[in-house]
């Protein structure tokens, strides 16, 4: 027995698939910023190997596709025989691709910054911690906010790739409900414009905090 789905049907499913799109972004940057705090921290240390290590972190993560990663994270765990869910293994992935270029975003901003400021701070007699806290990270935020926000389109864009491994996501529903429906056309031009919500107003957002970090900038 053929079921026909309406039009409410499909848009439902997809608002549906949308909310896990959504879900496994904000996990990922979440989680992303939990790991990239402390791998910020250890680079201002002034350590070579340090630096080396989470150079390496970076360009490992930054450099290799995140199909990959997603692939590695699902069935490269299972050959160890621990069972992973396609929930777990995308947000474990979608973590570490985000911490990467999130440390190189934060201490690019931090390095922006004049450095006489540090040594301001340690003449006042302030430590390393009180200095990074209350004076450089205020100021840091202001330079890292839009990039940052520019980045969220990249995990929103990112998490369509997590459909590979069986995570069913905005990309998946569709590919199911289009299998269902043969209705291509309709499907996938409601898919596009799910993501195009989801990213346009972080796209906007993120230009509108360049122009107005670059216009109190000037001044």
Known sequence: MMTTFTDWDILRNLLLAARWTLLLSLTAFVGGTLVTVPLLLL??????????????????????????QLFLAFFGVALFGIDVSPWTAAALALTFYTSAFLVDIWFGSIN????????????????????LFRVIAPQALRIG??????????VIKGTALASIIGFIELTKAGTILNNVTYQPFK??????????????????YSQYLEKKFNAAHHH
Do not use: N
């Open 43 to 68: 680079r201002l240390l002034h350590r070579p190997w340090l630096r080396r290590l989470i150079r390496g972190y970076v360009e490992l993560f930054q450099g290799t596709p995140l199909l990959m």
């Open 112 to 131: 922006a910054l004049p450095k006489g400021q540090w040594e301001a701070s340690r003449c006042l007699g302030l430590s390393f911690g009180q200095t």
């Open 145 to 154: 906010i839009a990039p940052t926000v520019g980045f969220a389109v990249q």
């Open 187 to 204: 499907v996938f031009g409601l898919v596009a414009l799910g993501y195009f919500l989801m990213c346009y107003p972080l796209s906007r």
